[in-house]
């Protein structure tokens, strides 16, 4: 889970990330997308791939990737857990809000 959350840290990554919910594009599709070095976007994709939150396929001369959903189900359900929230559980109740205390005020 901790390169999913080092994956996630990343601005550009989660813009990739948002690109892809559309459906697979190729690398070339994605670079057009992004002011970048194809090595730094490159270095972008590896990180995505580490964490398995993205999968890349070679067709032909054409490499394409697409967004593995297995993996934010297991986050998911991995936060829930850290959380100690269960699917099914209710909302919490939210606390009553804090009123600040000012001594001019009181009397």
Request: charged fraction near 25%; aromatic fraction near 6%.
């Amino acid at each position: 889970m901790n390169e999913v959350f080092k994956a996630l840290a990343d601005p550009t990554r989660r813009e990739i990330l948002r690109a892809l919910r559309g459906g697979e594009k190729t690398a070339g599709e994605l670079a057009e997308l992004f002011p970048l070095t194809r090595s730094t976007l490159s270095g972008h994709f590896a990180v995505l791939r580490a964490a398995a939150l993205v999968r890349s396929e070679k067709r032909g001369t054409f490499l394409i990737y697409r967004l593995n959903t297995t993996v934010f189900q297991e986050v998911s359900a991995g936060l829930l857990e850290l959380f100690g929230v269960s699917p099914g559980d209710p909302q919490p109740s939210s606390p009553p809000p804090s009123v600040p205390t000012d001594p001019e005020e009181t009397p």
